[in-house]
């Protein structure tokens, strides 16, 4: 009895959950990490190798490594040199300095001036600059910081038969369940990158921070198949493309962590039950968010609107104060709904308040030196 009572309320609940209305909002955030007042940076090119492995189960006809040497050219035979201008740090760079550019928070130094300096003092260009040769490099191209990094990527894969079922017609015309066998070969790769900020000034590292990225979790979108090891390996997706998608991601989050960023959140909105309510509703989805908030106001100042109709909009409101930045209206909203109906999710969005004061303050600091 008590694991079906359990049951249904489960099922309540999901129901609940999927008739949440959630909307899109852009919030602006600080970089994760202290970075000081530098604002004109300049990118070295980050030292970068890569290394392949290959495994199968026991019971392949052949290894794995032979077939994909065999058939994919060059993928089976680098070596951790070669593997160095297969795919070269400079192509780290590049991703990295348009995203910075993309990101709009730094002057970032063109790339030919930077190899203009190198030349003309007989610097190495890699990431592996070291901390006095970095003073010496941002001083002559005017920077306030320079970004030293190195990484390596790697690429394994992963080969195995497996059993499925396909419906075919027999000799009758009938459809029947047939047992097949395939051959997948799953291409895994990893990335990890560590970055350094160096003031030019002092020498000092602002920051550094390892990051990591994989397609692991996505390993099937980049899987070859085929009747045997060797028609797997023809249909397996090339690994450059997955690599410097792989590269992308964590160059992603490293912006994050050096810079202001604008993300798009999810904020629950609350529906109500009357027409007023489901117009408002239709408002706000369309980011027609003072149409909205007009209806709102009405139902919350109307004495005779229904009390569940009045806790959804007066949380509404404070939605929409804190979707434009007043957040002291939008805590006192909150704090009415959850006075109104004693549901501790209002005080869950009063302390997300609380929260953004905090992340406010610290992007102002950033932003604008306040």
């Known amino acids: 009895m008590k694991t079906r009572i359990l049951l249904t309320a489960i099922f309540l609940m999901s129901i609940i959950a999927a008739c949440t209305t959630t909307i899109p909002v852009r919030v602006r955030k600080p970089a994760e990490l202290n970075v000081g007042a530098a604002r004109t940076i300049a990118v070295m090119d980050f030292d970068f190798s890569g290394s392949w492995d290959y495994s199968a189960d026991k019971k392949s006809k052949t290894t794995l490594r032979d077939v994909l040497t065999n058939v994919l050219s060059g993928a089976g035979t680098q070596s951790q040199n070669s593997s160095q201008k297969t795919y070269p ?15 709009q928070y730094y002057t970032v130094i063109e790339r030919s001036k930077i190899e203009e300096i190198i030349k003309e003092q007989s610097f190495s260009l890699s990431g592996l600059v070291d901390q006095q040769q970095a003073v010496t490099i941002g001083n002559l191209l005017g920077a306030e910081a320079l970004i030293t990094g190195s990484g390596s990527y790697s690429i394994k894969d992963e080969g195995g038969w497996e059993t499925y079922k396909e419906k075919e017609k027999d000799k009758d015309g009938k459809k029947v369940e047939v047992e097949k066998k395939r051959y997948n070969i799953y291409r895994i790769v990893d990335v990890s990158l560590t970055f350094r900020i160096i003031d030019v000034t002092t020498g000092s590292i602002i920051a550094s921070k390892t990051n990591h990225g994989s397609n692991r979790s996505v390993k099937r979108s980049y899987m070859g ?40 959140e999810k904020r629950v ?35 005779k609107s229904d009390k569940e109709d009045k806790i959804a909009a007066t949380y509404n409101l404070g939605l929409y104060y804190e979707v434009f930045g007043f957040l002291d209206d939008a805590e006192s ?19 997300r308040i609380n929260r953004r004061r905090a992340e406010l303050r610290k992007l102002q600091q950033q932003e604008y030196g306040l």
Not at 333 to 351: E, I, M
């Open 269 to 303: 909105i609350e529906e109500g039950d009357s027409n007023k309510m489901e117009r408002a509703l239709e408002y706000a989805k369309r980011d027609l968010w003072d149409e909205a908030r007009v209806i709102w106001l009405e139902v919350v100042d109307k004495k």
């Open 225 to 264: 198949t085929g009747k045997n090891e060797r028609a797997a390996a023809q249909s397996l997706p090339d690994w450059k493309p997955i690599v410097e998608r792989v590269v992308s991601n964590v160059l992603d989050l490293t912006v994050t962590q050096i810079a202001p960023h604008t993300v798009t």
């Open 89 to 103: 740090g400079s192509n780290v760079s590049d991703q990295f300095v348009a995203k910075l550019v993309q990101n």
């Open 333 to 351: 909203y909150y704090q009415k709904a959850f006075k109104l109906s004693g549901d501790s999710k209002f005080l869950d969005a009063r302390a």
